[in-house]
């Protein structure tokens, strides 16, 4: 059976660059197809020279996985470790069905010759038969992924929460956001963020209307009586999410948060609100943002949900 390399290349520069594409819009990327290019144009030199050479280091595990870590970097730059594997996972995944896909593809056409050779699956089959493969992988797994979504309900993405400032009741929706890691840096307690026009009831609106001003020193449109009520008890919590890096929030340490989701309850009493100045959507469907360090803290072995 004769096999050509530039065929071999095509072939694979093919399949990876869709592979690629679908990763990057399941992970929802910003899609640089230069960038798509260069990474499947390393994967499919990897396949050519899998070919070509029968050394033992090219059938490497970690050569592999050091392989997918330089193709998912140059694809979609990945600025933290977190994301970094997160990219590589996702992409491994899509690759599984891609290939599973393409196989049982290629068995159902049957070519007369298929050679097995390092690692690579190679055969007759024309070009066709493989961008047919690629097309068919890609919407099974955008479905698969749109199935998974749509198991997702209402009920784990939102809770209800009661939040007590001095001795007023704030009630309204909150979304459970998982990453959401935000604490209070010097006592290291969690973070709840809340609209500031919830908190008219509860804290005076000399503060909530100033709070870039206050973030910035200037005390001037803050009456006396209420600065030396509540400037002790203002905490300054960074931030580098909410569409701001480096960010700053003013929080206050509520009395307690009563956390209702799936028919359980819960109330916690150390935990700080953190105060946004603006809407969190455009909508209103929530109105505050809580961590999952919420659900667990001091109650590691009964969470909430």
Known sequence: MTIYIDVVLIENLIMNYIILLATGIILKEKIKSLRLVLASLLGAIYSVLSYLFSLKLYGNLILKIILSILIVYIAFNPQTMKKMWKDIVLFYLTSFVFGGVAFALIYVVKPQEILMRNGLFLGTYPL?????????????????????????????????????????????????????????????????????????????????????????????????????????????????????QNGMLIGIKAKSVKIKNQDKEETKENIIIGIYNKSLTKKGEYRALIGMDVFWDGAKKHPIS
Not at 134 to 152: M, N, Q, R
Not at 209 to 232: A, C, T, V
């Open 128 to 244: 066709k038969t493989v961008l047919l493969g690629a097309v068919v992988a890609f919407i099974t797994i955008l479905v698969a992924f749109t199935i998974v979504k749509s198991k997702i309900t209402k009920k784990d993405m939102f809770c209800e929460i009661e939040i007590t400032i001095n001795e007023k009741i704030i009630k309204t929706i909150a979304m459970i956001d998982t990453g959401n890691m935000l604490k209070e840096p010097i006592t290291n307690t969690p973070v709840i963020v809340v609209e500031h026009t919830l908190l008219y009831e509860s804290m005076p609106k000399e503060i909530l209307n100033n709070l870039d001003e206050l973030l910035g020193g200037d005390f001037n449109n803050i009456p006396e009586e209420i600065r030396e009520e509540y400037i002790s008890k203002l905490k300054l919590i960074p931030f580098s999410s909410l569409g701001k």
